[in-house]
Each structure stands twice: as structure tokens, then as C-alpha cells.
């Protein structure tokens, strides 16, 4: 069975970090493109970023050049990497792969 543990959220103010993990088991991590997805309260859930196997990345306009997405092999674990974070990027934050789906964990950016 498919189990994906996402980490990493809270309260952070704008301009500031915060870096999100999600550990994944019951598959063979390696194989598998994995993403990071969100969703804001009233808004549909949206993409946020997606690697594959090979490490190829994709960014939503919205992240491009203040998020990175990387993935540990070893660890089973993906990461996300948010940077320069703006009140526009609360949300809760989703790992996904194969269509199974993390629990989320909330990120909100606020003064």
C-alpha cells in the first residue's frame, strides 16, 4: 500500500523559507514521478511542481524561480524548497504519485 507523509509546514513571514518533505513507502520510489501540489481555501487544488525519475523538473509560473523540487532515492523522500514566500502561497501543500495522496501540511505566510 501506497503511504505519503508530507512535513515541513507552518506560520512563516513573507520573504521567508520553509522546506517540505514527503516520505514515501510502499513503492519502488525511484521508478516513480513524484509532485508537490496545493490547495487555498476556496480554490481548486493546483499544481505546483513535479519531477520525474530521471530528476527532470516542472514548475508552475506562480513558483518558477523561488520553489525547487528535489527527491532523495536513497531516502524515499521528496522535497520542496519555497523560497522568497509570498501571502499568495498559503495553502495546504500535497505530495502525489500514482495517484495516491498525502495527508497535506498547511503553509501559511503572514506578518
Not at 476556496?42 to 509560473?61: F, H, M, P
Amino acid at each position: 500500500q501506497v503511504h505519503l507523509v508530507e512535513s515541513g509546514g507552518g506560520l512563516v513571514q513573507p520573504g521567508g523559507s520553509l522546506r517540505l518533505s514527503c516520505a514515501a513507502s510502499g513503492i519502488i520510489f525511484d521508478l516513480y514521478a513524484m509532485g508537490w501540489y496545493r490547495q487555498a481555501p476556496g480554490k481548486q487544488r493546483e499544481l505546483v511542481a513535479t519531477i520525474t525519475s530521471g530528476g527532470s523538473t516542472n514548475y508552475a509560473d506562480s513558483v518558477k524561480g523561488r520553489f525547487t523540487i528535489s527527491r532523495d532515492n536513497a531516502k524515499n523522500t521528496v522535497y520542496l524548497q519555497m523560497n522568497s514566500l509570498k501571502p499568495e502561497d498559503t495553502a495546504v501543500y500535497y505530495c502525489m504519485t500514482m495517484g495516491y495522496w498525502g495527508q497535506g501540511t498547511q503553509v501559511t505566510v503572514s506578518s
